[in-house]
């Protein structure tokens, strides 16, 4: 972003920036916690779940792409040392259960975090409205994708085998 645009924009580049690499810190943080999940042996998870764990993690991957290519455009460095993932995020990493089979606290656990994700970019798409559309679009595409997310989480907690619960 120029110079002019800074002003025209009314915008605080590098405050937005801050913001976007929490928000990777927060999708590093996520995807860890889903890659997890995701090593719940084949049998043990219901085939449906078990794609739906799949399609988060590529999202949040997704959007950690999407978050650093922004901010390489408006300047800034993305995130680049893990260090900082835990230190930045907005949301609290939640460490899956030790049991790879504990499906109802693992569901429990990627809602609070996409609950947290979400408020987190509702702010950002807040500070952004109006000043900076690009930003203020691709947040909000983020943001309809972490809504997919909860809810689909949402109704495998719901939909849990008796035996899970
Ligand atoms: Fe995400
Ligand atoms: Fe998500």
Redesign the pocket.
């Known amino acids: 972003m120029g110079k002019t645009s800074r002003v025209i924009a009314d915008l605080d580049v590098d405050a937005l920036i801050e913001e976007l690499n929490r928000a990777i810190a ?2 590093w943080l ?1 995807i860890a916690q889903y890659w997890y999940g995701s090593l719940a042996p084949e049998q043990t998870m219901n085939p449906v779940v078990k794609e739906a764990i799949k399609k988060a993690l590529d ?2 991957r997704e ?1 950690v792409n999407e978050l650093a290519e922004r901010i390489l455009e408006l300047g800034g460095t993305p995130l680049k040392n893990p260090d900082q993932w835990n230190q930045l995020a907005h949301c609290k990493y939640l460490e899956p259960p030790n049991k790879l089979t504990d499906l109802r606290k693992f569901l429990q656990d990627a809602l609070k975090g996409e609950e947290c ?1 979400m408020k987190a970019y509702n702010e950002i798409a807040k500070l952004t409205f109006g000043k900076d559309h690009i930003t203020y679009q691709l947040i909000v595409h ?1 943001l309809s ?2 809504a997919e ?1 909860e809810e689909m989480f949402e109704d495998m907690l719901e939909n849990l085998p008796c035996d899970f619960k």
Do not use: C, L, N, Y
Request: glycine share 0%; charged share 55%; proline share 0%.
């Open positions: 927060d999708e996520a999202d949040e959007h994700a983020i994708e972490e997310h």
